[in-house]
């Protein structure tokens, strides 16, 4: 394993992490505000939430429609990106797994 590699696998780890865990959260929020259809989401702190998730949101609505009446697109990305974090980043994840055997060599 290269120097470059080991030196920065761990804010590689750190960042992918948080950046994930963002998303998770994001589109956790976009899931809870279907609930509430009366709040404009073009508004205020909302934008925050609908900015990282909208573009990836409206490309899944042309592929998948609303299952009685309710847009399952936010729980389809909430799936995918917990699966990308856990096989990434989770414990058992390539980057984790990666990370720990360049510090066992180090």
């Known amino acids: 394993m290269t120097p470059f590699l080991v030196e920065i696998l ?3 780890h750190f960042c992918l992490g948080l950046l994930l865990a963002a998303w998770t959260l994001a589109f956790l929020s976009r899931i809870i505000l279907t609930w509430y259809p009366e709040v404009n ?3 205020g702190v909302w934008l925050l939430v ?3 998730t909208e573009s990836l949101l409206s490309f899944t609505r042309k592929f998948v429609a ?3 009446g309710v847009d399952v697109t ?3 990305w909430l799936g995918l990106i ?3 974090r856990e096989l990434l980043v989770g ?3 390539v980057v984790s797994q990666i990370l720990l ?3 066992h060599m180090g």
Request: charged share 10%; hydrophobic share 35%; net charge positive.
């Open 10 to 12: 761990p804010k590689l």
């Open 41 to 43: 989401l073009s508004k």
């Open 50 to 52: 609908v900015w990282p």
């Open 66 to 68: 609303p299952l009685g």
């Open 74 to 76: 936010p729980v389809i």
């Open 82 to 84: 917990s699966l990308s």
């Open 91 to 93: 414990q058992q994840g």
């Open 101 to 103: 055997k360049s510090q």
